[in-house]
Structure formats: structure tokens, C-alpha cells
């Protein structure tokens, strides 16, 4: 299972218009520890940024799962607080349990249509509580043994 931890990076970004914007984006890091979250988005994130930046904060998140999307449009992240519905068996009581889950889309109507593909196989009850997008840059996945270069989503 994975640990996601949101890594906040403070930098000098050149704007469109030419201008030079203190920025502090945040990013999503698959990893064990804080130590190597602050690590991973360090090495992740030098070959794109020119200049000095920092590691402005780390921070564990809730996230239960990610709903990848490889189509090449779907380029934010949406936060999908869901409740799953079990029935107490001693006391017949409904109980919901809430769960967070960061789909990948091109827009509102797209991440609820993700969602929900992603949620076929499931046997649970459930019902969706909110949909929210995410300032998230990017989301960078554990690699495997042997891998070389950062993997980002958005590859």
C-alpha cells in the first residue's frame, strides 16, 4: 500500500508574461518516510526547476487509492471523499466509512466518470460525498528496482 505524503516547493518560476513569480506548488510523493518524501521531490523536481528552491513543508495525506488515467487531456486531480455503507450485523445499524481517493481527469464531469469506471468491480455500498480538484503539479509514483529516470503522472 502506498504512503502519499504532499510535498510543498518554493521557487522563483518565470511566468508567461516574462515575469518572475515566487510560486509554492505543491506535488504528491509516494514514500516511506517524510525523510524520503523531502528526498524524492528534491530529485524529482531539479531538472525542472533553474535556480535555488526549497522544500517549504511535508505532509502525510489520507489518500486509500489512486484512479490513474492515461488519456493525455487529464491533466488535474480531483480529491473524492466517498462513504462506504455496511450494515452492523449485531445491531442492524448503518455505519459509513469514509475514504479519500485522487482521481486523474480532464475536468468535473470527467473525474466523477473515472471515478465511478473505477468503482465497478466493487462489491461495497457506496456514496460519493464530495468531488473537489486539487492544486496538485503532479503526482510522482514509487519506481521500481532498475528504473532510471522520474516517473511522473503526466507520463
Not at 524529482?44 to 493525455?72: C, L, M
Not at 455496511?86 to 448503518?94: L, Q
Not at 469506471?117 to 519506481?143: C, H, N, W
Request: proline share 3%.
Amino acid at each position: 500500500m502506498a504512503n502519499w505524503f504532499e510535498c510543498k516547493v518554493r521557487y522563483d518560476k518565470m511566468m508567461e508574461n516574462g515575469a518572475v513569480k515566487k510560486v509554492n506548488e505543491p506535488y504528491l510523493v509516494d514514500a516511506l518516510s517524510f525523510t524520503e518524501a523531502e528526498a524524492r521531490i528534491i530529485e524529482e523536481r531539479t531538472p525542472y526547476i533553474s535556480g535555488e528552491f526549497s522544500v517549504s513543508a511535508v505532509k502525510r495525506t489520507k489518500i486509500a487509492e489512486i484512479f490513474w488515467n492515461d488519456d493525455d487531456a487529464a491533466d488535474r486531480f480531483y480529491l473524492v471523499k466517498v462513504a462506504f455503507i455496511t450494515i452492523d450485523e449485531k445491531t442492524g445499524a448503518e455505519k459509513k466509512a469514509s475514504s479519500l481517493i485522487l482521481t486523474q481527469a480532464a475536468g468535473f464531469k470527467d473525474a466523477l466518470d473515472h471515478f465511478l469506471d473505477g468503482m465497478k468491480g466493487t462489491m461495497a455500498d457506496f456514496e460519493i460525498q464530495s468531488i473537489t480538484e486539487t492544486p496538485l503539479m503532479d503526482v510522482y509514483k514509487v519506481r521500481a528496482m532498475g528504473e532510471g529516470a522520474p516517473k511522473s503522472a503526466a507520463e
